[in-house]
């Protein structure tokens, strides 16, 4: 396989995806897009047909989306020990990563963007609601120390990144379950590296 090449942009989803190659601490190189034109192009979209960021590339293996990409990055380098070890690990490494991809998402977009169903109709949304989605969220981060169990892996990325994303633009409201959660993870080594390369890779050149 040749090298990883991680197509982002500094102010996208694509930071999540920045962190998790910096935890796995593989060598990669960064493809930095515009919004327009750049990310509309004939060969990005010969990649992703979505026109979005991230996308990761592996030689010929070619993946989209933030949480696959965590999954993808945890099974691909498992010697990284950052994917899950037991059965158990993969059950919650797995739960929680769709969880927070699909429903969860889905409630707080639904949320802020002030388009969600009738309350009446909650047994048919994936989510039911956005007070059930974000109950659920804490009774999975209160069960352990991390998201799959006594150890940090990919999984907690992503949530992390969900959660932090939230806390940030006041989408999630704090609370001492999330708040201790997110202070676990917010001071990892690759988050804070990965944080510096997108801030600088977004500041305006001189």
Same mark, same amino acid.
């Given at each position: ?55 990761? %590339?592996?030689?010929? *293996?070619?993946? =989209?989306?933030?949480? +696959? $990409?965590? &999954? ?5 380098? /498992? ?49 039911? %609601?956005?007070?059930? *989605?974000?109950? =659920?969220?804490?009774? +999975? $981060?209160? &069960? ?5 169990? /006594? ?56």
């Amino acid at each position: 396989m040749t090298d990883l090449v991680l197509y982002t942009n500094p102010m996208s989803r694509g930071r999540i995806a920045r962190w998790a190659l910096e935890e796995v601490g593989q060598p990669y190189r960064v493809v930095n897009l515009e919004y327009g034109p750049d990310m509309h192009s004939a060969s990005f979209l010969a990649l992703n047909p979505m026109g979005k960021v991230p996308v990761l %590339t592996h030689g010929d *293996a070619v993946v =989209t989306e933030t949480a +696959a $990409i965590c &999954a993808y990055l945890a099974e691909t380098f /498992s010697e990284s020990g950052l994917g899950p070890n037991t059965p158990v690990e993969r059950a919650l490494f797995l739960r929680w990563l769709f969880f927070c991809a699909g429903p969860l998402e889905a409630a707080i977009i639904n949320r802020t963007f002030q388009c969600e169903p009738p309350r009446e109709k909650a047994r048919a949304i994936g989510y039911g %609601t956005f007070e059930l *989605a974000m109950e =659920t969220l804490e009774k +999975a $981060i209160a &069960a352990n120390d991390y998201i799959a169990g /006594s150890r940090f892996t990919l999984a907690d990325v992503y949530v992390g990144s969900q959660i932090g994303f939230g806390l940030q633009f006041g989408t999630i409201q704090k609370s001492p379950v999330i708040t201790s959660y997110w202070e676990r993870i917010a001071e990892r080594h690759a988050r804070l590296r990965a944080t510096a390369l997108d801030d600088a890779a977004a500041t305006p050149k001189a």
